[in-house]
């Protein structure tokens, strides 16, 4: 189990949108997060110094592109050039967390491919590899020329739903586009499955939830997502379920990017027994709410970067 010829020792970064997670990360691994300098200018034009040099390094660069979304990116890319100007072995960046994840295809005329032009910059910048966890879509991946690990919390996230009764217990979608994770979390779990069916209208632009396909009827749910951002859509899918005789709902989904006031139309929704998310993105005190359970992706994170550096097998990890 040597480590991959021509690479140096492991050498870890944290971006400022990723902080709490690398130390977690680090502290996995026991490889202490190499120190740097950033400085912002009264322009706002950003710049880096190393600490320390990392010629030769089998480097990985740890920073979510949640809010401010801007700020990260352009952070992350300028942490990647001077990582690549001083002569890392390899660059691996590790982003938990996509942006502009949702704008994967020209679905009206006239708009850009923003998660395309994300994976371009990322590559110009001069990173060899990257990382992440659970794409808004799969075919996001190709975007990229680099080899990428593409991870789930799916199963943290199934894992821990695992001891809840499964007599009156079933996994509901919030949409039919996350049919296929919603089957495999109910599958995990050994019950059944619903769906909540939305319909677009011309008069409507938002999405409407109208019926449930399932029986979901005296059950308690397992409403499952992707990413929350307003709330808005996992709410009302959550209210249908309740017109349908659902009991208690339990919320899951990995990216809790929670704009305000998600967090308080989550914890004011009565019949919604707890919510269960990830530190993909930070979630700071004042968006967490007590019905609120964190679970943490650093072990994950820790146990790839480490098959990464070593030339282990990824897919073992999950029997794949």
Known sequence: MGRMVGYGDICLLAGTGSTDLAQEISKYIDVPLSGYDLIEFPNENLFMRLQGSVRGKDVFLIQSMATPVHRNIMEMLIMIDCLKRDSAGRITAVFPYMAYARSDKKDQPRVPITARLVADMIETAGADRFMTIDLHAGQIQGFFSIPGDVLTAFHL????????????????????????????????????????????????????????????????????????????????????????????????????????????????????????????????????????????????????????????????????
């Open 157 to 320: 996230l199934s894992d821990y739903f695992l001891p809840l009764p499964r007599e009156d217990l079933v996994v509901a979608t919030a949409d039919l586009g996350f049919a296929k994770k919603g089957r495999n979390f109910a599958e995990k779990l050994g019950v059944p499955l619903a769906f909540v069916e939305k319909r677009r209208t011309e008069n409507l632009p938002s999405a409407r939830a109208s019926k449930v396909i399932g029986n979901v009827e005296g059950k308690n749910v397992v409403l499952v997502d992707d990413e929350v951002l307003t709330g808005g859509s996992i709410i009302e899918a959550a209210h249908i379920l309740r017109d349908h005789g659902a009991k208690d709902i339990h919320i899951s989904f990995t990216h809790a990017l929670l704009a305000p006031p998600s967090s308080e139309t989550l914890d004011q929704c009565l019949y919604v027994k707890e919510v269960v998310t990830t530190n993909t993105v930070p979630v700071p005190e004042s968006k967490r709410i007590p019905k609120m359970k964190i679970l943490s992706v650093a072990p994950l994170l820790g146990e790839v970067i480490l098959r990464a550096h070593e030339g282990r097998s990824v897919g073992e990890l999950f029997n794949e």
